[in-house]
C-alpha cells in the first residue's frame, strides 16, 4: 500500500541519471580548474614524482606541451611552481630574469599566448638554500619585512616574463600591497594577483616538499597560518582585500572547508581553494590499494571544494577531471 501521506518524496529527483543531473547544483567544468605544475633546471626529460604518482617534475619541452595541452582541454589556468638547479640564502634566482621560473613563464606564454591564464608562483622557499619562504635574520627568523622588498622585484621579473596573474604563497604580512605597487610602478597594472589570504601550515603539504626538492628544515609555522583558527582567516582576507588582491585562496582545501565557506560567503572576489599534494597523495594511495574507487573520490573530492563555495579549484587532477567532464556531459 502506498503511503499517500507522504507527500515529499526527495528520492523522486534521484531517480534516473538524467533527473539527477538536471537537480546537481554544482558542477565542476573544466574553466574552473587551475593546474598546478612543476618544472626543474636541467632536466632533458620529465621526472616522476614518488610521493605524487602521475605528477611529474617538468623539462621546458614537456612543460610546454603541458600548457597546449592545458588549452586542448579548456582549463582555467595554469600555475607554474620552478626548481632551480642553485639555491642561495635570498632565493637570487627567483628574481633573474633568466631563472628557471621566468623562462619557464616566457616559453608558456610563447606556446599559448592569452588562450590560458598563466599564473605564476611567487615565494623564495623552491630559490632558497634554507627552504624558508623568505629571508632569515641574523637569529634565524624570517625577516617579513626584507622578504617584501625581494617579493616586489620578483613580481616584477615574473610580470616581465609575462604571468597574468601571480599568487604569493609566503604568508608575509603586507606581500599583496607591496606586490600590487611594485607591479603598478613598473607599468604592470593588468597583471592580477591570486592572493593566498588564507594559507594553512599543514602536515598534507608533504609530498609538494618532494615536487619541489624542499631544503626546509623545522616547519613554517611562525608565518603560515595555525590550524586552530578560524576567525583569523576572514582578518587575512580583509587584509589581502585592502591590499588590492584580484582573487583570493585558501590552501589546503578538504581540512579547510569550514574555512572556505566563511571565505566564500564574505568576499567581494572570486575565491580559489587549492587541493594540495597531500590531499592527492591520499586518494592515490588509497585507490592504489583497491580501498577507493579512484574516479568516483578524486570527483566527489573536487566536487566538494566547489559546494563549498570555492569559484575555482586548483588541482593536479585538472587534466583528468576535464576529460571526465566531457565524457558526462
Ligand atoms: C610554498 C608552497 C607550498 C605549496 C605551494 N606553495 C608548500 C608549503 O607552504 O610548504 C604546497 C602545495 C601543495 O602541497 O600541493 N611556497
Not at 598546478?36 to 633546471?41: G, K, S
Not at 575565491?271 to 574516479?295: K, P
Request: hydrophobic share 45%; aromatic share 6%; with cysteine.
Amino acid at each position: 500500500m502506498p503511503r499517500y501521506d507522504l507527500v515529499s518524496r526527495p528520492r523522486r529527483l534521484r531517480t534516473t541519471p538524467a533527473v539527477r543531473r538536471l537537480a546537481a547544483q554544482t558542477r565542476v567544468h573544466p574553466s574552473d580548474l587551475i593546474l598546478p605544475v612543476f618544472v626543474r633546471e636541467g632536466l632533458a626529460e620529465p621526472a616522476p614524482l614518488g610521493s605524487m604518482p602521475g605528477v611529474v617534475q617538468h623539462s621546458m619541452d614537456s612543460l610546454r606541451r603541458a600548457a597546449a595541452e592545458a588549452v586542448a582541454k579548456g582549463l582555467g589556468g595554469f600555475m607554474i611552481f620552478g626548481v632551480p638547479a642553485e639555491r642561495d640564502p635570498e632565493g637570487s634566482a627567483g628574481c633573474d630574469p633568466e631563472g628557471i621560473l621566468n623562462r619557464a613563464l616566457r616559453a608558456v606564454r610563447a606556446e599559448v599566448g592569452d588562450d590560458l591564464v598563466v599564473m605564476a608562483d611567487l615565494c623564495l622557499d623552491e630559490f632558497t638554500d634554507h627552504g624558508h619562504c623568505g629571508v632569515l635574520a641574523e637569529d634565524g627568523t624570517v625577516d617579513n619585512d626584507a622578504t617584501l622588498e625581494i617579493y616586489g622585484r620578483m613580481a616584477v621579473a615574473q610580470a616581465e616574463a609575462g604571468a597574468h596573474v601571480l599568487g604569493p604563497s609566503g604568508m608575509m604580512d603586507g606581500q599583496v600591497g607591496v606586490i600590487r605597487s611594485a607591479l603598478d610602478e613598473a607599468g604592470h597594472p593588468d597583471v592580477a594577483v591570486l592572493a593566498y589570504s588564507a594559507k594553512y601550515s599543514s602536515a598534507f603539504y608533504g609530498p609538494f616538499r618532494e615536487a619541489v626538492d624542499s631544503q626546509l628544515q623545522g616547519d613554517r609555522r611562525s608565518y603560515q597560518m595555525d590550524p586552530a583558527n578560524r576567525r583569523e582567516a576572514l582578518h587575512e582576507l580583509q587584509l589581502d582585500l585592502d591590499e588590492g588582491a584580484d582573487m583570493v585562496m585558501v590552501k589546503p582545501a578538504m581540512s579547510y572547508l569550514d574555512i572556505l565557506r566563511d571565505v566564500a560567503e564574505v568576499s567581494p572576489v572570486p575565491v580559489s581553494a587549492y587541493q594540495i599534494s597531500g590531499e592527492y597523495a591520499m586518494i592515490e594511495a588509497a585507490a592504489a590499494n583497491g580501498w577507493i574507487d579512484r574516479r568516483a573520490a578524486i570527483q566527489e573530492s573536487v566536487l566538494s571544494i566547489r559546494r563549498a563555495g570555492a569559484d575555482s579549484v586548483l588541482t593536479y587532477f585538472a587534466v583528468e577531471l576535464a576529460d571526465w567532464f566531457r565524457e558526462e556531459n
